[in-house]
Structures are given as structure tokens and as C-alpha cells.
């Protein structure tokens, strides 16, 4: 391997450090950060903004009231159709 190639696959690895970063993560905004990345990582600017979002905390969606509320109204319908199965099945 020539030197240069290697010194282009680092470059690009370094590069790409916060599509990985967020990527490893799970990130839910991965696709965003890596457009941020390609298009603007260019700049010390974009590359560090894309950095700092891959790190970014995500809000846990099963903590939100909406979640919670429908995981309930799921578990009662579940139950309901149940007992409506039961009913039906003893009825034969």
C-alpha cells in the first residue's frame, strides 16, 4: 500500500468520526448527521456541529406521556379481545 492511499483512508475515517460516532449510537437523527457530515464537514465548523449532535442526548420515547397512554389503551384492548375470545370459544 502506498502512502498515500493510507493517508486518504485515515482522512476519510477522521472525516467520517461523527457519522460513526452517531452511527454506533443508534442515533435517531444518523441519516441528518451524515448529510451534515458530507456536506459541511468540510469546514472545522460543520465537522464539530455534526460532532456534538452525534453525542447529543435522544429523548426515550417510552417516557413520553403519549407512549405511555397508548401502551395502556393497547394492554386494555388486548385484554378485552381476550375475554371476547374466551367468551366465544366457550360458547361453542
Known sequence: ??????????SLFVYFIP???????GHNQRGAIFILNLLFG???IGWVLALIWAFTNQPILGDSPLVQGTMRLGAEIEET????????????
Not at 500500500?1 to 485515515?10: A, G, W, Y
Not at 457519522?19 to 449510537?25: D, F, G, I, K, P
Open 1 to 10: 500500500m502506498s502512502l498515500l492511499l493510507i493517508l486518504v483512508l485515515l
Open 19 to 25: 457519522t460513526l460516532v452517531a452511527e454506533s449510537r
Open 42 to 44: 468540510w469546514s472545522f
Open 81 to 92: 379481545t381476550g375475554k371476547i375470545v374466551d367468551e366465544f370459544k366457550s360458547g361453542l
